[in-house]
């Protein structure tokens, strides 16, 4: 043993090529685990920070809205833990004076160190929809500004006018609504509202300002005029109604001022600038001073993690964390399936090998070849030869296994009901006998199916061929099933094109298409529909048995002419006959010189299509 153990290459080795493999493993799965883990953790770290300061900016947008909507904050508390419990953030709002207003953590929690913003709608540079940053009030305070119902219905009515009016010259559209109400017609192209469509098309309505909306203007210039004339100013200056957007008709006005005419008194050079931010100031001021009421106080706003008064810390998503545990999962099962597969590879050969070689002769297994080597050509010769003993055995064992099960059903149905008349539980009636009668009609079938079969495998079948018209055959067929389809409540009907003849033995032919349409009415629905069909072609008649019923899985369809074959594996009688009646069709067509063929489409139906030898219509030879 000991020089035919030397003879072995190194690489060879059962033991050598194990530790290879499974180093190879090692190393592949800790690169694998170091990559995704800092691939993972650097993305996630990233896409949490970015939420969470996602989550900050919609969280003070959120507040900043419902200040810039409401007079106090008497109703916040729903909204803080609303935002509280989307984000999981602890959010705290306090006076300036840090008097608390709401807060999402437990009562006597300590605020933060310090805030993270400051809650005031009339000074903001946080929101970011268009106008916040040009008059540091959030937009959504509208206060007097706001339409009535009527005005609304209005002015909506005349920003559908314009919008009509720009799309007869091509301009593409959109109207939207301010907070106030206020409804601005927007065109898709910022510079398609210009030239010969704007002059049509503005007719000044919608830059008009409304009643509410002059009375709250003149209310401004009012607050502002003592500002103005301290600041050397004309107070009647006048604010121009209008956007200033290019694109867009009909907005509430931005509430800067936009002289008309020269301002009196204002020689020097850059004179007129000054004074222009002098009046923007006075306009701000007095404007802020007009909204005041209608917003909340101000308030400090402070954000922490959950309990945690601390500053904001990243935390690992569940999404993230549960890919990270299942890649880690995933690198293990790899490993350890890898490693079993090398080792079973290895030794397989030799186990099975010693296993079938311990084993009576006739129940020799096949031994997996997973090796090139000697003893992968010992275990080719090896199932070589249990092949052919299996393959016989098997032919064998389900043939009586199969005949016995079809012979079983009905004996053990007769034998039942004989032992229950015969000890006097059930009066042989003529319900009784009938069911007897029907499971001995069973029992003849299929002793009838099988001679046929052995028939047919022996050459020993007869057909008494002659001349059959087609057209004929088929009505026979269909009237001897008529009843059973109607009980199903399934449609037969027959098709012939022209009026082909068959050279055939006419009862074993009925007896093939009786199969097929036995077949197809058992798996048709009811309102479903079987047709006959006939016609001609060359040499040949195709006769073609269609339904409209469950159809068969294309990888089924290979075994439909096989022996006690069925789709329902439980070989139930309600779902399936014996498993001989698609095999004798096969068999009595091939003897008939032509061909048996099945195609389905899966909730569709199924077509059988047999080809069999014309015949020349007697009187035409």
Same mark, same amino acid.
């Given at each position: ?47 949490? =920070? ?65 805030? &993270? ?37 209005? !002015? ?64 401004? =210039? ?19 109604? /209008? ?46 001073? =007009? ?45 350890? &399936? ?5 080792? %079973?590879?290895?030794?397989?050969? !030799? ?5 079938? &070689? ?17 003893? /992968? ?6 199932? $070589? ?9 098997? *032919? ?26 015969? $000890? ?5 009636? %003529? ?12 029992? *003849? ?30 009505? =026979? ?33 009925? *007896? ?25 072609? /060359? ?49 009595? %067509? ?32």
């Amino acid at each position: 043993m000991n020089p035919a153990r030397t003879r072995i290459p190194l690489r060879k080795r059962l033991l050598v090529r194990l530790l290879i493999a499974s180093v190879l493993i090692a190393v592949c799965s800790v690169a694998a685990t170091a990559w995704l883990a800092v691939t993972t953790t650097t993305r996630a770290l990233r896409e949490e =920070q970015g939420q969470a300061l996602a989550d900050d900016m919609d969280i003070l947008a959120r507040l900043s809205g419902y200040a810039a909507t409401h007079p106090d904050w008497t109703d916040v508390e729903a909204t803080v833990r609303e935002l509280s419990a989307r984000t999981g953030r602890r959010i705290a709002l306090t006076t300036a004076d840090r008097r608390p207003l709401a807060d999402s953590a437990p009562r006597g929690t300590s605020l933060p160190p310090s805030a &993270a913003a400051t809650v005031d709608p009339l000074r903001t540079d946080t929101y970011s929809e268009p106008g916040a940053q040009l008059s540091g009030t959030d937009p959504r305070v509208v206060g007097p500004y706001r339409l009535t119902p009527l005005e609304r219905t209005k !002015l909506d009515a005349v920003a559908r006018a314009r919008q009509r009016c720009l799309s007869r010259y091509g301009v593409d559209t959109t109207v939207t609504h301010t907070p106030s109400g206020r409804p601005v017609v927007t065109a898709s192209d910022s510079t398609a509202v210009s030239g010969y469509a704007f002059d049509e098309c503005a007719d000044g309505q919608l830059d008009t300002p409304a009643p509410t909306e002059e009375k709250a203007l003149t209310a401004l =210039q009012d607050r502002a005029g003592g500002c103005l004339t301290r600041a050397g100013l004309d107070p009647d200056i006048p604010l121009v109604f /209008g956007t200033g957007v290019p694109g867009a008709s009909g907005r509430a006005p931005t509430l800067a001022p936009v002289f008309a005419k020269a301002v009196d008194g204002i020689d020097r050079p850059g004179d007129g600038k000054a004074a222009l931010r002098a009046a923007q100031t006075c306009f701000e001021t007095a404007r802020r001073a =007009q909204l005041d009421p209608y917003v909340a106080p101000v308030a400090e706003l402070f954000l922490g993690v959950g309990d945690d008064l601390a500053a904001p810390r990243w935390v690992m998503s569940p999404a993230n964390k549960a890919k990270v545990a299942g890649a880690a999962g995933l690198v293990l099962a790899v490993t350890v &399936a890898v490693t079993a597969v090398v080792a %079973t590879r290895l030794v397989r050969p !030799l186990r099975a090998l010693t296993e079938a &070689a311990g084993q009576p002769p006739d129940r020799h297994a096949r031994v997996p070849v997973t090796t090139q080597d000697e003893t /992968g050509i010992l275990a080719e010769a090896f199932n $070589d030869l249990a092949e052919r003993r299996e393959r016989l055995e098997a *032919q064998r064992k389900a043939l009586v296994s199969d005949v016995a099960h079809e012979l079983r059903s009905p004996l053990t149905n007769i034998r039942g009901w004989l032992e229950v008349t015969r $000890d006097g539980l059930v009066e042989p009636d %003529t319900e009784l006998l009938g069911a007897l009668h029907e499971e001995a009609l069973i029992l *003849q079938r299929v002793i009838d199916d099988l001679r046929d079969l052995a028939a047919a495998d022996a050459g020993t079948l007869r057909l008494h061929r002659e001349p059959v018209p087609a057209d004929d055959l088929l009505a =026979q067929v269909a009237a001897a099933h008529r009843v059973a389809a109607d009980a199903a409540g399934v449609r037969l009907r027959t098709e012939t094109e022209g009026v082909p003849w068959l050279d055939a033995d006419p009862v074993r032919l009925r *007896q093939a298409l009786g199969n097929l349409v036995t077949n197809a009415v058992r798996h048709t629905p009811p309102d479903g529909t079987v047709t006959l069909t006939a016609r001609g072609d /060359g040499d040949r008649v195709v006769l073609e048995v269609a339904d409209t019923g469950t159809g068969i899985a294309a990888e089924d369809l290979p075994h439909v002419f096989e022996r006690f074959w069925r789709a329902e594996k439980s070989r139930s009688r309600r779902t399936g006959g014996s498993g001989l009646g698609l095999p004798i069709v096969r068999h009595l %067509t091939v003897a008939h010189g032509g061909t048996a063929q099945a195609t389905s489409t899966p909730g569709t139906g199924s077509v059988f299509t047999l080809r069999l030898p014309a015949a020349t219509p007697p009187g035409d030879g």
